[in-house]
C-alpha cells in the first residue's frame, strides 16, 4: 500500500520560502513520477509540479513558474518542492501525489494518483 507523508508547511509572510517534503513508502519510489498540487479554500485542487521517476523531466504550473522547484531523492525515496518568493496566492493546502503506473510523467486526471493528507501553508501579506 502506497504511503505518502508530507511535512514542511507552516506560516510565512509575503516574499519568503518554505521546503516542503513527501515521503512515500509501499512500493519502488525511483520508478513512478510523483508530484505536488494544492488545495486553496473554496477552490478545486489544481496542479502545481511533477517530476518524472529518474528525476530528468520536471513540469510546473505557469503560476509559480520561476518560484517553485520539484526536485526528488530516490535513495530517500523522498519528494520536494521548494517555493521562493511566496505570495498570498500560494496559500492553500500542498497534497503530494504518487502516479498509480510507472513510466509517466504527468497526468492530469485526479484519479490518476494516490495522494497524501497534506501540509497547510498560509502565506500572510
Known amino acids: 500500500q502506497v504511503q505518502l507523508v508530507e511535512s514542511g508547511g507552516g506560516l510565512v509572510q509575503a516574499g519568503g520560502s518554505l521546503r516542503l517534503s513527501c515521503a512515500a513508502s509501499?512500493?519502488?519510489?525511483?520508478?513512478?513520477?510523483m508530484g505536488w498540487f494544492r488545495q486553496a479554500p473554496g477552490k478545486e485542487r489544481e496542479f502545481v509540479a511533477v517530476?518524472?521517476?529518474?528525476?530528468?523531466?520536471?513540469y510546473v504550473a505557469d503560476s509559480v513558474k520561476g518560484r517553485f522547484t520539484i526536485s526528488r531523492d530516490n535513495a530517500k525515496n523522498t519528494v520536494y518542492l521548494q517555493m521562493n518568493s511566496l505570495k498570498s496566492e500560494d496559500t492553500a493546502v500542498y497534497c503530494c501525489?504518487?502516479?498509480?503506473?510507472?513510466?509517466?510523467?504527468?497526468?492530469?486526471?485526479?484519479?490518476?494518483?494516490?495522494w497524501g493528507q497534506g501540509t497547510r501553508v498560509t502565506v500572510s501579506s
Open positions: 501525489a504518487a502516479d498509480r503506473v510507472s513510466g509517466r510523467v504527468y497526468r492530469s486526471a485526479l484519479e490518476d494518483y494516490y
Open positions: 509501499g512500493r519502488t519510489f525511483s520508478s513512478y513520477a
Open positions: 517530476i518524472s521517476s529518474s528525476g530528468g523531466i520536471t
